[in-house]
């Protein structure tokens, strides 16, 4: 007898013909550290039993893969300072191989040491690492208080279990411009690439954005004069734009939302820790997946609904002093 043919569901694909194929998933709103572009100083975070559980985390999760989704990212807030974040990253690895490519994590690394070990063991191969400065005082003023040296054993750590690391650096017009080519080379040293991020309108803070705010594609320009960069094929699924260094042997990403629009490729959503779907990062279209959770169905219909209202692009805007955010949530709550 033939074996019944599976049918698969149909993809998730928006109006502007985008596949949706990558879920980042926000596990809190919490963090360890205070960047000044990410948080205000003082923050209200979100009661806990806003937040949802491992199991309707899970639920999410496989109703996205079910439709498509190949990568899922977790991110916060800083994921590693949830409390079962292990439980929920293994919850979400058993699609690995099963429609999930790749479950990977975003982290400012503090929690590292803790929980490299683990993080291989749940089948994470990759992680992206946040740090915007290798001087430990600069580190600690943009981080509000941080330590830097935390976060380098937390890489050491990582780097010793076998995660292939990539620093994720926002670029700082007042804090870290001139200590870029150092952090590059520092990390193509030990076989980190690095992604440099332009500084996006979210959230308000006490800084005026116009003041942190310099066009990542007028660094790479800068770059460019002092080092050969030649065009890598490497794709991650997100939306850097690779280069590869002649004179580091290293890869070099720039993210560019402002000064070189990449929202014709979009493939993502996020997913807030309330279990708010966010359609696109700058913009306010979401969908409240909990409230269809805690009401007992209707999961895959929500999804096929809310992606047929993705916005096109988003509307970044940073050219002048004294600028309101784009968008009223900060970066750590929308799960950067
Ligand atoms: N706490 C983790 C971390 O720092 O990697 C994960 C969450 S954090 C919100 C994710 C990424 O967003 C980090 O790389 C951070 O530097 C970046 N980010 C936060 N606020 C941003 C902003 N306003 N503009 C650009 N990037 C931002
Ligand atoms: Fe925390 Fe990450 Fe935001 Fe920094 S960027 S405050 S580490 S969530």
């Known amino acids: 007898m ?4 599976q049918i698969q569901p149909a993809k998730l694909v928006d109006p502007f013909g985008r596949e ?3 879920l980042r998933l926000s596990v809190t709103d919490r963090c360890d550290l205070r960047c000044t572009y990410c948080m205000a100083e ?3 975070f979100l009661p806990k039993s806003d937040l949802l559980d491992a199991s309707e985390l899970e639920e999410v999760a496989s109703a996205f893969i079910a439709r498509g989704v190949r990568k899922i990212r977790i991110t916060g807030g800083e994921p590693l300072v949830r409390r079962n974040i292990i439980d929920i990253m293994e919850r979400v690895s058993k699609h690995l191989g099963h429609g999930l490519d790749e479950l990977t994590l975003t982290t400012n690394g503090t929690q590292l040491q803790k929980h490299a070990s683990d993080l291989v063991r749940v089948g994470v191969k990759r ?5 915007d400065s290798l001087n430990p005082e600069t580190f600690s003023r943009i981080t509000r208080g941080g330590r830097l040296a935390q976060v380098l054993d937390g890489i050491a750590a990582a780097q010793s279990h076998g995660l292939k690391i990539k620093l994720n650096v926002v670029v700082l017009k007042q804090d870290n411009l001139d200590e870029l080519p150092a952090m590059i080379r520092w990390a193509h040293a030990r076989d980190i690439d690095v992604t440099l991020i332009e500084a996006m309108p979210m959230g308000e803070i006490e800084a005026d954005r116009f003041d942190q705010y310099t066009p990542v594609s ?5 770059l460019a004069k002092d080092w050969a960069l030649s065009r890598d094929t490497y794709r991650t699924g997100g939306p850097s734009d690779y280069w590869r260094v002649a004179e580091t042997g290293g890869r070099l990403g720039f993210i560019t939302p402002l000064s070189k629009n990449f929202c014709g490729g979009c493939n993502r959503v996020r997913l807030t820790c309330t279990g708010k779907l966010f359609l696109c990062l700058g913009r306010d279209e979401d ?8 009401s007992g169905g209707g999961l895959d219909a929500a999804l096929i609904e809310a ?14 002093p004294g600028q309101s955010p784009a968008v009223a949530r900060h ?6």
């Open 287 to 294: 969908a409240d997946l909990r409230a269809v959770l805690r």
């Open 42 to 44: 003082k923050m209200t």
């Open 307 to 320: 992606i047929g209202r993705k916005p096109e692009s988003h509307d970044f805007r940073i050219d002048a």
């Open 218 to 222: 007028d660094v790479k320009a800068n």
């Open 2 to 5: 033939l074996d019944k043919p």
């Open 127 to 131: 992680i992206n690492v946040s740090l």
């Open 20 to 22: 949706i194929t990558y």
């Open 331 to 336: 970066m750590s709550m929308t799960g950067g």
